[in-house]
């Protein structure tokens, strides 16, 4: 989708900084958005540092969200309401709101291994519910790790399943992705279909406690992903 940069709102935490480091490497010029201009700007010098030749800016939310043709919402659950409520004069028709949100809750042991219940089937639907009219949402990046992709030094090998109603969308996403050395977008199907990869995240986080793991995705058998 063209050469514009690619902005992430909640760029600030730790999915979204590893989102917009591993980008910023693959040549993709990337926009931190945090609810405050200095934390955003902050964030963006710490990612320069990582990747010194890397185009990163750092932007208040509602200032980056406008500047890509694909958005990304790497923000936590409880969150996400009030940022797409907060951002519905920024984002604009024909504009891709990838949502990696997961509608966990904290178990009594304090790790988020429970999914909650989302009156619209998943927190990809309520996203496309909130979003402007035009506005396209993609389901995307439940199953890495965001300390693995700050970790730059990491060799990431894993398949990062996309949901989403629209073909030409999801491909673009996928193109996106698949820019970053390690990772590969498999389509996982309509947008209905991020109930069940949101439900991989707690599943993983499981997992990995359980075996002290940094376990992701990868469909075996799947040579080369249809879209």
Known sequence: MGSAPVPIVGGTGTLGFGLAVRLARAGVSVIIGSRGADRARE???????RVPDGAIEGLENAEAAPRGEIVFLTVPFRA?????????????PG???????VPMAAAISG????????PQGSAAQQAQELVP????VVSALHTVAGHLLSDLDHEL??????CGDARDSKRAVAELIDRIPGLRAVNAGALETA?????LTPLLISVNARNK??????????????W
């Not at 964030?43 to 540092?49: L, N, P």
């Open 80 to 92: 996400q309401s009030d940022n797409l409520t907060n951002l519905r004069e920024a984002l604009r």
């Open 43 to 49: 964030s963006a010098d710490k990612a320069r540092e």
């Open 95 to 101: 504009q891709i709101l990838v949502d990696a949100t």
């Open 195 to 199: 109930r069940l990869v949101e439900g």
């Open 157 to 162: 090998d894993e398949d990062v399943l996309v």
């Open 213 to 226: 793991a940094t376990a992701g995705i990868r469909l075996t058998g799947l040579r080369e992903p249809r």
């Open 111 to 118: 790790r988020a291994t429970r999914i909650l219940g989302v």
């Open 133 to 136: 009219e035009g506005v396209t």
